[in-house]
Protein backbone atom coordinates (compact mmCIF):
# COMPACT_ATOMS: atom_id res chain seq x y z
CA UNK A 1 0.00 0.00 0.00
CA UNK A 2 1.32 3.22 -0.69
CA UNK A 3 0.95 6.43 1.51
CA UNK A 4 1.72 9.80 -0.13
CA UNK A 5 2.75 12.23 1.87
CA UNK A 6 2.47 15.92 1.65
CA UNK A 7 5.05 17.70 3.23
CA UNK A 8 3.49 21.14 4.35
CA UNK A 9 7.10 22.31 6.42
CA UNK A 10 10.94 21.71 6.30
CA UNK A 11 12.24 20.62 10.27
CA UNK A 12 15.44 22.82 10.95
CA UNK A 13 18.36 22.31 9.31
CA UNK A 14 20.45 21.15 12.37
CA UNK A 15 17.47 19.61 13.70
CA UNK A 16 16.88 17.25 10.42
CA UNK A 17 20.61 16.00 10.18
CA UNK A 18 20.01 14.39 13.29
CA UNK A 19 16.26 13.47 13.88
CA UNK A 20 15.19 13.73 9.44
CA UNK A 21 12.74 15.34 7.83
CA UNK A 22 8.78 15.28 8.48
CA UNK A 23 8.18 11.85 5.98
CA UNK A 24 11.38 10.51 7.22
CA UNK A 25 9.19 10.51 10.63
CA UNK A 26 6.24 9.09 9.51
CA UNK A 27 8.08 6.43 8.09
CA UNK A 28 9.66 6.05 11.62
CA UNK A 29 5.82 5.55 12.95
CA UNK A 30 4.70 3.69 10.69
CA UNK A 31 7.54 1.08 9.95
CA UNK A 32 6.36 -2.37 9.99
CA UNK A 33 3.25 -1.65 8.93
CA UNK A 34 3.68 -2.82 4.83
CA UNK A 35 3.40 0.51 3.47
CA UNK A 36 5.86 2.40 0.96
CA UNK A 37 5.93 6.01 1.23
CA UNK A 38 6.04 8.82 -1.57
CA UNK A 39 6.72 12.04 0.07
CA UNK A 40 5.30 15.59 -1.92
CA UNK A 41 7.04 18.64 -0.80
CA UNK A 42 3.87 20.64 -1.45
CA UNK A 43 5.10 23.36 0.56
CA UNK A 44 7.46 23.91 -2.43
CA UNK A 45 4.51 23.63 -4.44
CA UNK A 46 5.66 20.31 -5.46
CA UNK A 47 1.92 18.44 -5.40
CA UNK A 48 0.92 14.90 -6.96
CA UNK A 49 -0.32 14.93 -10.53
CA UNK A 50 -3.63 12.86 -9.05
CA UNK A 51 -5.33 12.17 -6.16
CA UNK A 52 -5.19 8.21 -7.01
CA UNK A 53 -0.90 8.73 -7.46
CA UNK A 54 -1.17 6.76 -3.81
CA UNK A 55 -3.19 4.60 -2.02
CA UNK A 56 -4.03 6.90 0.77
CA UNK A 57 -2.68 10.17 1.78
CA UNK A 58 -0.88 12.28 4.88
CA UNK A 59 -0.72 15.88 5.45
CA UNK A 60 2.34 16.98 7.95
CA UNK A 61 2.83 19.64 10.51
CA UNK A 62 4.00 22.98 9.52
CA UNK A 63 5.56 26.28 11.12
CA UNK A 64 3.12 28.02 8.98
CA UNK A 65 -0.51 29.21 9.91
CA UNK A 66 -3.18 27.24 7.50
CA UNK A 67 -4.74 31.41 7.85
CA UNK A 68 -1.68 32.39 6.32
CA UNK A 69 -1.70 33.71 2.40
CA UNK A 70 1.14 31.31 1.15
CA UNK A 71 0.95 30.54 -2.84
CA UNK A 72 0.57 26.80 -1.95
CA UNK A 73 -2.38 26.57 1.02
CA UNK A 74 -4.89 27.28 -1.59
CA UNK A 75 -3.94 24.23 -4.02
CA UNK A 76 -3.50 22.22 -1.12
CA UNK A 77 -7.31 22.83 0.06
CA UNK A 78 -8.72 21.82 -3.15
CA UNK A 79 -6.37 18.75 -3.61
CA UNK A 80 -7.61 17.68 0.60
CA UNK A 81 -11.23 18.49 -1.04
CA UNK A 82 -10.14 15.99 -3.79
CA UNK A 83 -8.89 13.47 -2.11
CA UNK A 84 -11.92 13.42 0.38
CA UNK A 85 -14.74 13.41 -2.71
CA UNK A 86 -12.74 10.61 -4.30
CA UNK A 87 -13.03 8.52 -0.91
CA UNK A 88 -9.18 7.94 -0.70
CA UNK A 89 -7.94 7.37 2.73
CA UNK A 90 -6.72 10.45 4.06
CA UNK A 91 -4.84 11.74 7.98
CA UNK A 92 -3.91 15.27 9.00
CA UNK A 93 -1.23 15.69 11.53
CA UNK A 94 -1.11 18.80 13.48
CA UNK A 95 -0.94 21.65 10.75
CA UNK A 96 -2.45 18.84 8.76
CA UNK A 97 -4.90 18.21 10.95
CA UNK A 98 -6.01 22.39 10.73
CA UNK A 99 -5.69 22.88 6.85
CA UNK A 100 -7.91 19.80 6.19
CA UNK A 101 -10.52 21.58 8.87
CA UNK A 102 -9.98 25.14 6.91
CA UNK A 103 -10.70 23.26 3.52
CA UNK A 104 -13.62 21.02 4.87
CA UNK A 105 -15.52 24.75 5.93
CA UNK A 106 -13.77 25.19 9.52
CA UNK A 107 -11.97 27.84 11.04
CA UNK A 108 -8.26 28.23 12.24
CA UNK A 109 -7.14 30.87 14.44
CA UNK A 110 -3.58 31.53 16.86
CA UNK A 111 -5.09 30.32 20.28
CA UNK A 112 -5.00 33.74 22.94
CA UNK A 113 -4.72 30.57 25.61
CA UNK A 114 -1.74 28.56 26.55
CA UNK A 115 0.79 26.75 23.87
CA UNK A 116 0.37 23.04 23.89
CA UNK A 117 3.85 22.03 24.52
CA UNK A 118 5.07 18.50 25.18
CA UNK A 119 3.37 15.45 26.45
CA UNK A 120 -0.02 16.25 26.91
CA UNK A 121 -2.95 14.39 27.82
CA UNK A 122 -6.25 13.84 25.21
CA UNK A 123 -9.51 12.57 25.84
CA UNK A 124 -11.38 10.71 23.14
CA UNK A 125 -15.55 10.80 22.58
CA UNK A 126 -15.52 7.51 24.27
CA UNK A 127 -13.88 8.69 27.71
CA UNK A 128 -10.58 7.03 26.99
CA UNK A 129 -7.42 9.00 27.34
CA UNK A 130 -4.42 8.99 25.38
CA UNK A 131 -0.87 11.09 25.94
CA UNK A 132 0.54 12.21 22.84
CA UNK A 133 3.56 14.87 21.81
CA UNK A 134 2.17 18.42 20.95
CA UNK A 135 4.06 21.76 19.72
CA UNK A 136 1.32 24.40 18.64
CA UNK A 137 -0.61 27.70 19.12
CA UNK A 138 -3.21 27.74 16.58
CA UNK A 139 -5.79 25.36 16.43
CA UNK A 140 -8.92 24.94 14.77
CA UNK A 141 -11.65 26.91 16.62
CA UNK A 142 -14.79 25.61 14.51
CA UNK A 143 -15.41 22.18 13.33
CA UNK A 144 -16.49 22.19 9.80
CA UNK A 145 -19.64 20.49 8.80
CA UNK A 146 -18.58 16.44 7.64
CA UNK A 147 -16.53 16.31 11.00
CA UNK A 148 -17.16 14.71 14.32
CA UNK A 149 -14.75 15.84 17.58
CA UNK A 150 -12.91 12.39 18.14
CA UNK A 151 -10.15 13.92 20.30
CA UNK A 152 -10.28 17.28 23.33
CA UNK A 153 -8.04 18.50 25.83
CA UNK A 154 -8.30 21.11 28.33
CA UNK A 155 -6.51 24.06 25.89
CA UNK A 156 -7.69 22.21 22.31
CA UNK A 157 -11.74 22.11 22.60
CA UNK A 158 -10.93 19.93 18.53
CA UNK A 159 -7.93 18.42 18.82
CA UNK A 160 -9.03 15.46 16.59
CA UNK A 161 -11.79 14.74 13.99
CA UNK A 162 -13.44 11.80 11.87
CA UNK A 163 -14.91 12.20 8.90
CA UNK A 164 -17.55 10.45 6.75
CA UNK A 165 -15.98 7.51 5.81
CA UNK A 166 -12.60 8.40 4.68
CA UNK A 167 -10.51 11.27 6.83
CA UNK A 168 -9.41 11.23 10.38
CA UNK A 169 -6.60 13.96 11.88
CA UNK A 170 -5.15 14.60 15.57
CA UNK A 171 -3.76 17.77 16.43
CA UNK A 172 -0.75 16.45 18.33
CA UNK A 173 2.22 14.83 16.88
CA UNK A 174 2.82 11.20 17.08
CA UNK A 175 5.63 11.07 14.80
CA UNK A 176 7.73 13.51 17.24
CA UNK A 177 10.46 11.18 19.11
CA UNK A 178 10.90 12.21 22.71
CA UNK A 179 14.47 13.82 21.72
CA UNK A 180 13.18 15.34 18.83
CA UNK A 181 10.51 16.96 20.85
CA UNK A 182 13.06 18.61 23.84
CA UNK A 183 15.61 20.11 20.97
CA UNK A 184 12.57 21.54 19.54
CA UNK A 185 11.37 23.37 22.77
CA UNK A 186 15.08 24.10 23.77
CA UNK A 187 14.76 26.16 20.57
CA UNK A 188 11.97 28.01 20.84
CA UNK A 189 11.92 28.42 24.26
CA UNK A 190 11.75 32.02 25.54
CA UNK A 191 11.23 33.62 22.33
CA UNK A 192 8.54 31.77 20.42
CA UNK A 193 7.07 29.72 23.41
CA UNK A 194 6.72 31.73 26.74
CA UNK A 195 9.81 30.10 29.49
CA UNK A 196 7.19 28.65 31.79
CA UNK A 197 5.49 26.61 29.34
CA UNK A 198 8.26 25.37 27.66
CA UNK A 199 9.51 24.79 30.97
CA UNK A 200 6.45 22.90 31.87
CA UNK A 201 6.40 20.78 28.11
CA UNK A 202 10.20 19.84 28.90
CA UNK A 203 9.42 17.95 32.34
CA UNK A 204 6.35 16.41 31.00
CA UNK A 205 8.86 14.61 28.79
CA UNK A 206 9.99 12.45 31.52
CA UNK A 207 6.62 10.42 31.08
CA UNK A 208 5.97 7.86 28.48
CA UNK A 209 3.43 9.06 25.69
CA UNK A 210 1.09 6.88 23.25
CA UNK A 211 2.95 7.41 19.84
CA UNK A 212 2.80 3.40 19.30
CA UNK A 213 -0.51 3.06 19.71
CA UNK A 214 -2.08 5.83 17.58
CA UNK A 215 0.65 5.03 14.68
CA UNK A 216 -1.21 1.55 14.96
CA UNK A 217 -4.80 3.62 14.82
CA UNK A 218 -3.26 4.88 11.70
CA UNK A 219 -2.47 2.27 10.19
CA UNK A 220 -5.64 0.42 11.33
CA UNK A 221 -7.43 3.26 9.39
CA UNK A 222 -5.69 3.32 5.83
CA UNK A 223 -5.92 -0.10 5.72
CA UNK A 224 -9.73 -1.10 6.44
CA UNK A 225 -10.32 2.17 4.32
CA UNK A 226 -8.71 0.67 1.56
CA UNK A 227 -10.31 -2.43 1.90
CA UNK A 228 -13.86 -1.25 2.15
CA UNK A 229 -13.25 0.63 -1.25
Known amino acids: MKIGILQTGHVPDDLAERHGKYPDMFARLLDGHGFEFLAFPVVDQIFPDSVHAADGWLITGSRYGAYEDHPWIP????????????????????????????????????????????????????????????????????????????????????AGFSYKGNAMSIQPHPEFSRDFMRELIEMRSGTVIPMDQSDAGLESLDQENDSVAYADQIAGFFKSVVKAA
Not at 94 to 101: D, K, L, S, Y
Not at 105 to 120: H, M, T
Not at 129 to 151: I, N
Open 75 to 158: PLEEFIREIYAAGVPLVGVCFGHQIMAQAMGGKVEKFGGVWGVGNCEYTYNNGDTTRLLAMHQDQVVEAPPEATTSATSDYCKF
